[in-house]
């Protein structure tokens, strides 16, 4: 069993920077794949990155350019750097993992990457945008 835990959320300002962390407790395998969503009022849970256990990453596209998703193994932490922060980014960001590291070659928009894909969520953390 893992246990994944968000911090970092809070309101910025329109092209503010961010860097959300999401703590990894349990049994940690040695192979698996880890995401960051996000989901904003009444829209649907998207996928916005990924990284395997190789360090391995994808982004969508919108975001691209902007997030940076890494993983400090040392410290079972999966980090989200936010750039030039938009009021669109504005969300629930949730970080997840899953113990199949092939769940990282889905498409970050696709319900195998997501729902059927991850056996871990956090409860989230919430990113709000001022302009």
């Known amino acids: 069993q893992v246990q994944l835990e968000e911090s970092g959320g809070a309101s910025v300002q329109s092209g503010g920077s961010l860097r959300l962390s999401c703590t990894a407790s349990?049994?940690?395998?040695?192979?698996?794949?880890m995401g960051w969503f996000r989901e904003a009022p009444g829209e649907e849970r998207e996928g916005i990155a990924s990284?395997?256990?190789?360090?391995?990453?994808t982004y969508a596209n919108a975001v691209k350019g902007r997030f940076t998703i890494s993983l400090d193994k040392a410290k079972n932490t999966l980090y989200l750097q936010m750039n030039n922060l938009k009021p669109e980014d504005a969300a629930m960001y949730t970080c997840?993992?899953?113990?199949?590291?092939?769940?990282?070659?889905?498409?970050?928009?696709?319900?195998?990457?997501?729902?059927?894909?991850?056996?871990?969520w956090g409860k989230g953390t919430r990113v709000a945008i001022s302009s």
């Open positions: 990284i395997d256990s190789n360090g391995s990453t």
């Open positions: 997840a993992a899953a113990t199949r590291i092939v769940v990282c070659l889905q498409p970050l928009t696709s319900y195998a990457f997501g729902r059927y894909g991850m056996d871990y």
């Open positions: 349990g049994y940690i395998a040695s192979s698996y794949c």
